[in-house]
């Protein structure tokens, strides 16, 4: 087996932690990707012979670290994929933001639109898109916010997108905060889900390393 991080497994989901600046799914540069080391996973631990199916039923960007459920049958990837398009499937994020929100909670709503070199807010013929967010802690020596977002739409660049053009880019985005570091500091900490067979309501949670650098100016809010 490798080294997957799994948080909760049963015959149905398997509920793993994605590092930052590995693949959801396999592209073009052919490196390593989360799709496949599921499969991998499961082939090794159950002795699987053949091809071995995970549906991948959300995504998060490259440089994005945090949880990611994968249905381990079609039924289950079927109904998560319908309940994340009704809103059923609650994802939060830790986000560290440069600058100071003027408001420490509240809702952005934009229209974006994806391009071949990023995503860009437009007026028209763009997707909807929505966020709520809450300031959690701020540090006024970097001049850095640490927020929590609640992602109600899933678009492209969401979370990134919608706050640089608000003048406020995630500490680390080198595409749409103009930074030299590539360790972006987003996280996606929490999922909340029905689980697609039980039916019963499932929370996972998992918090960054407050060791990495992106993180490094909150410790004491990450010490439980």
Not at 196 to 204: A, D, G, S, T, Y
Request: glycine residues 4%; positive net charge.
């Amino acid at each position: 087996m490798n080294n997957l991080e799994v948080i909760y497994e049963d015959n149905h989901i398997i509920v793993v932690v994605k590092p930052p600046n590995v693949l959801s799914q396999k592209d073009s540069t052919n490196d390593i990707d989360m799709l496949t080391l599921v499969k991998n996973y499961i082939k090794v631990k159950y002795n699987k012979p053949g091809n071995v199916y995970v549906g991948l039923v959300q995504r998060l960007d490259r440089p994005v670290g945090g949880l990611m459920v994968f249905a381990k049958t079609s039924k289950a990837a079927s109904r998560m994929s319908n309940m994340i398009k009704n809103h059923q499937f609650t994802k939060k994020y830790l986000a560290v933001i440069n600058g100071m929100l003027e408001r420490k909670n509240g809702e952005f709503e934009d229209y974006l639109l994806k391009k071949e070199n990023g995503t860009t807010i437009v007026s028209s013929n763009g997707k909807y898109c929505c966020l709520k967010y809450k300031v959690l802690e701020e540090n006024l020596n970097m001049n850095l916010s640490l927020i929590e977002v609640d992602l109600i739409t899933g678009r492209h660049h969401q979370i990134r997108v919608q706050f640089a053009s608000r003048n406020h880019p995630l500490y680390g985005d080198y595409r749409y905060g103009n930074s030299s570091n590539k360790q972006i500091a987003l996280w996606a900490y929490k999922l909340s889900l029905i689980h697609p067979v039980l039916k019963k309501e499932m929370i996972f949670e998992k918090y960054p390393n407050i060791k990495d650098s992106a993180w490094k100016y909150f410790n004491e809010y990450f010490v439980k």
